[in-house]
Each structure stands twice: as structure tokens, then as C-alpha cells.
């Protein structure tokens, strides 16, 4: 399984969880969206540093774009890279958050 296919199925299953399993709903709610946009702008920000430096390497066999070869820096943007890492890094990031929030909205409506 590459890395591409992973991160479109953790996509596939945060969104099933939020909307047809535990039914918190959180991705129709503007508040969600504003507060991913904050989460997504330090992802970026810690992305481009982890991988714009070198500390961490992609195999290009297993990302949609360009791998990572030591010594070089990968491009800023373009042949699957955002902030220096490929764009799956974004859908895995998506898939944690929603997960994580309706998770805990789900027991926090249970706990009550």
C-alpha cells in the first residue's frame, strides 16, 4: 500500500466516522473549519521545517509526487509537495484531527 492510498483511506474513514458512525457531525460545522485552518497552518509550518531541512525523507515510490533524496531539498511546491512535504502529510493531518475531535465530542456526549 503506498502512502497516497493510506492517506486517502484515512480520509474515507475519518469522514464515515464523523458523519455515519458516531454522528458528531463535526464536518458541517463552521467552527470545525475555522479551527482546522489554525491546525493545518502549523502542520504546514512544522512540515516545511522537517522536511525542507532534510530530517525527515519520502520514498517517491510510495508519494504521489517527488521523493526525497538525502542532501537535496525537495521543492518548495509542485510534483506533490506542499511546504516542502507531499500533500499526503495534509490528508493523514485531516484524518487524525477529525478523528481525534469526533472521538472526543462522541464520549463527551456520553459522559454527560
Known amino acids: ?16 466516522l464523523d458523519l455515519y458512525v458516531l454522528r458528531t457531525r463535526l464536518l458541517v460545522t463552521r467552527v470545525f473549519w475555522t ?5 493545518a497552518f ?6 516545511g521545517i ?4 532534510g530530517i525527515v525523507f519520502y520514498d517517491g515510490d510510495a508519494v504521489a509526487g517527488t521523493g526525497s533524496v538525502a542532501g537535496e531539498r525537495p521543492p518548495l511546491l509542485g510534483q506533490g509537495r506542499i511546504v516542502y512535504a507531499p500533500f499526503e502529510d495534509l490528508l493523514f493531518g ?19
Open 50 to 53: 522537517l522536511t525542507g531541512r
Open 42 to 47: 502549523f502542520q504546514l509550518v512544522t512540515n
Open 94 to 112: 485531516f484524518a487524525l484531527v477529525v478523528m481525534t475531535l469526533s472521538l472526543w465530542v462522541w464520549w463527551g456526549r456520553r459522559l454527560r
Open 35 to 39: 479551527a482546522y485552518a489554525i491546525v
Open 1 to 16: 500500500m503506498t502512502y497516497t492510498s493510506a492517506a486517502l483511506l484515512g480520509v474515507l474513514a475519518a469522514v464515515l
